[in-house]
């Protein structure tokens, strides 16, 4: 066996052990106890695939694949640079704008190379030639990719607070199906003329598109919009795979697409609504448009509240955005420690779109150190509402709003929430009376069992734990 012949099988060896340890990776990331190894494993399979990359172009003929080693090299030195301080220095309440961030990083990277594919058979078609099957593929990565990149851009302006949740204006779908289908119609021109106006007018309707389908989606929506153009960028990765040849982008980008397709749907499932109604709906726009409530917001005051917290036996806490704009969710495990310590059953309780991101919750508590055992899901804690003392809401909203249940004329009739208002008695922590990301009133504020302590989740969590200390040495234990 050549030279040549054994670099080759490496190569392809190098690609089937980086597929292994993306699908590992990713499994391990479905728990919170293995998902820092996935995260690693997944790691060193993209280490492996863009060493193996760099000779793919020489072994297998395609001299036009690796040119300008020093610049891609030093491309790469800059941007794991960029990305290693900016992952250390960005605060966890930044965190989902990071995610929209770099996925659309990711999804511009596939237009880019679909871009660099069509431009290069339009100008030197006897170096780049492409098949009618490649360019159908590379068009179509270009486009999925083109939305993602924009699409994620103005999903990390809203989040970010750069620009209004949402932006409408009259006839707004009717102008956006028009250029999703000029880009279609562009794309389809490209398979009979590849020509470079073409190709750069199909790029700059593609990339607006992306723009104009994000800027009507709601703010609450953000964590189902992020996990579709997760899935995007995968499906983008996977097509321009095919078009360079690449194994390791074919497996890579299939593998984020259906698990970002998966969580798509099981997010929009945990909305109780359909992927179209999150993109082409009202809701999440900051006007709720569910019946007025009865009564009034009950206010308590820390010492109050530490007393029933004192007397409970199970305790539960639901964490929202609130939390982690506080940046209170080291001070509620210690509040949480206390009630540990003095025989308390504690529980966290994670509703699947709580936050800005998928996994928001879960994230913030394990940064925190909350042990994984003491962490239910939505589904697995809801029936233990009922036997439940007290449960405490630090900055959740929308997702124990019982009208969900109850007023049909509510944006979020239907969806899924957490049993909160089942509970004896409800502690919820807030700032103020304001309405969720959602614009929506919150019928728990206003029941009976429902009492607001109204201070910054630091400071509420700091004074919990001071009057528990208090309660003790005036007696208690």
């Given at each position: 066996?050549?030279?040549?012949a054994?670099l080759?099988?490496a190569?392809?060896a190098s690609?089937?052990?980086?597929a292994v ?6 499994k391990?990331m479905?728990?919170?106890v ?7 494993w997944?790691g060193?399979?993209?280490v492996?695939a863009?060493?193996a990359t760099?000779f ?6 395609h001299p036009?694949v690796?040119?300008?080693v020093?610049l891609?090299?030093l ?7 960029f990305?290693w301080?900016?992952?250390?220095k ?5 965190m989902p704008q ?7 990083m ?6 880019a190379i ?5 431009i290069?058979?339009a100008?030197a078609p006897e170096h780049?030639a492409?098949?009618t099957?490649q360019?159908?593929l590379a068009?179509i990565g ?7 990149f924009t699409?994620?851009l ?13 932006f ?7 102008v956006?199906?028009?250029?999703f289908l000029?880009?279609?119609g562009?794309g389809a021109?490209l398979?009979?003329?590849?020509d470079t ?6 790029f700059?309707?593609?990339?607006l598109?992306?723009v104009?389908?994000?800027l009507?989606?709601?703010?609450a ?6 996990s579709l153009?997760?899935?995007f960028?995968g499906?983008?990765v996977?097509?321009?795979g095919y078009v ?14 259906a ?9 929009a499932?945990a909305?109780?609504r359909?992927i179209?109604?999150?993109l082409?709906?009202?809701?999440g726009s900051?006007?709720?448009g569910?019946?007025e409530i009865?009564?009034?917001q009950k206010?308590i005051?820390a010492?109050d ?5 004192y007397?409970a036996?199970?305790v539960?806490i639901v964490?929202g955005?609130g939390?982690?704009v506080?940046q209170a969710?080291?001070?509620i495990w ?6 540990i310590?003095r ?7 994670i509703?699947?779109?709580a936050g800005r991101m998928p ?13 994984y055992?003491?962490?239910?899901d939505m589904d697995d804690i809801?029936p233990?509402?009922a036997t ?7 900055g959740?909203n929308?997702v124990?709003n ?5 007023d049909?004329?509510?944006?979020i009739y239907g ?10 008695q409800v502690i919820?922590?807030k700032r ?11 019928a728990?504020f206003?029941?009976?069992n429902?009492?607001?302590l ?5 400071e509420a969590a700091?004074?919990?734990?001071a009057?528990l ?6 007696g208690g234990h």
């Amino acid at each position: 066996m050549d030279k040549s012949a054994l670099l080759q099988h490496a190569v392809h060896a190098s690609y089937f052990v980086a597929a292994v340890l993306f699908i590992l990776g990713i499994k391990r990331m479905s728990s919170p106890v293995t998902a820092r190894s996935g995260i690693q494993w997944a790691g060193v399979g993209m280490v492996v695939a863009t060493i193996a990359t760099f000779f793919h172009g020489s072994i297998l003929n395609h001299p036009g694949v690796v040119t300008n080693v020093v610049l891609m090299v030093l491309a790469i030195g800059i941007s794991t640079l960029f990305a290693w301080v900016s992952g250390k220095k960005v605060a966890m309440t930044d965190m989902p704008q990071m995610v929209a961030l770099y996925n659309g990083m990711g999804g511009g990277s596939a237009a880019a190379i679909g871009a660099s594919a069509l431009i290069g058979a339009a100008t030197a078609p006897e170096h780049h030639a492409l098949g009618t099957t490649q360019i159908a593929l590379a068009v179509i990565g270009a486009l999925i990719g083109s939305i993602s990149f924009t699409g994620s851009l103005i999903a990390f302006a809203k989040l970010q607070g750069w620009m209004d949740k949402t932006f409408r204006f009259g006839g707004q779908q009717v102008v956006n199906g028009l250029f999703f289908l000029s880009a279609l119609g562009l794309g389809a021109a490209l398979l009979f003329q590849l020509d470079t106006t073409i190709v750069v007018a199909f790029f700059a309707v593609s990339l607006l598109f992306g723009v104009l389908m994000t800027l009507p989606i709601g703010g609450a929506d953000m964590p189902v919009v992020i996990s579709l153009y997760n899935a995007f960028t995968g499906l983008a990765v996977a097509f321009e795979g095919y078009v360079q040849g690449n194994v390791a982008l074919i497996i890579a980008g299939t593998v984020v697409g259906a698990a970002g397709t998966l969580l798509t749907r099981l997010m929009a499932k945990a909305m109780n609504r359909s992927i179209s109604n999150v993109l082409f709906s009202n809701f999440g726009s900051g006007g709720g448009g569910s019946s007025e409530i009865a009564g009034s917001q009950k206010p308590i005051e820390a010492a109050d509240a530490a007393s029933l917290l004192y007397m409970a036996e199970k305790v539960i806490i639901v964490p929202g955005y609130g939390m982690a704009v506080a940046q209170a969710q080291h001070k509620i495990w210690e509040l949480s420690q206390q009630l540990i310590k003095r025989d308390k059953e504690v529980k966290f309780a994670i509703h699947p779109v709580a936050g800005r991101m998928p996994g928001h919750m879960n994230v913030l508590l394990a940064e925190a150190g909350v042990p994984y055992d003491l962490i239910a899901d939505m589904d697995d804690i809801n029936p233990e509402f009922a036997t439940c003392d007290v449960a405490i809401v630090i900055g959740a909203n929308d997702v124990v709003n019982p009208v969900a249940r109850t007023d049909k004329s509510s944006p979020i009739y239907g969806m899924p929430i957490l049993d909160v208002i089942n509970a004896r008695q409800v502690i919820v922590i807030k700032r103020g009376k304001g309405a969720g990301f959602a614009g929506i009133e919150n019928a728990l504020f206003y029941a009976d069992n429902c009492r607001m302590l109204y201070a910054d989740g630091q400071e509420a969590a700091n004074r919990l734990i001071a009057e528990l200390k208090g309660i003790d040495s005036a007696g208690g234990h």
